[in-house]
């Protein structure tokens, strides 16, 4: 019943910006976590950042100093701030919520294309 719809992706120049959005919807009850996560073709999905209901942050050594991930419990929605963005960053970008009702529930979002040149 929940869903979640992400956007902000794109074909951008090495130093560049993007921001990413993720909004959720449907039963949601109670918000453990919201994260980011990136899989580049070949490679397995890695942690970028996450956020925990209380607030603490999580980066990935990769992106710390130039990514920044915030959060706006009102609309249940996650978003990540991306500078200087390097070839290495090129990814499909996917945004994930923790739901907690009787256990963990994890969901997530359709992925978006990021793409940096050189």
């Known amino acids: 019943q929940v869903q979640l719809v992400e956007s902000g992706g794109g074909l951008v120049q090495s130093g560049g910006s993007l921001r990413l959005s993720c909004a959720a919807s449907?039963?949601?009850?109670?918000?453990?976590?919201m994260g980011w996560y990136r899989q580049a073709p070949g490679k397995q999905r890695e942690l970028v950042a996450d956020?925990?209901?209380?607030?603490?942050?999580n980066y990935a050594d990769s992106v710390k100093g130039r990514f920044t991930i915030s959060r706006d419990n009102a609309k249940n929605a996650v978003y990540l701030q991306m500078n200087s963005l390097k070839p290495e960053d090129t990814a499909v970008y996917y945004c994930?919520?923790?739901?907690?009702?009787?256990?963990?529930?994890?969901?997530w979002g359709q992925g978006t294309q990021v793409t940096v040149s050189s």
């Open positions: 956020i925990t209901s209380g607030g603490s942050t």
């Open positions: 449907g039963s949601i009850f109670s918000i453990a976590a």
């Open positions: 994930k919520i923790t739901i907690a009702v009787i256990r963990l529930y994890d969901y």
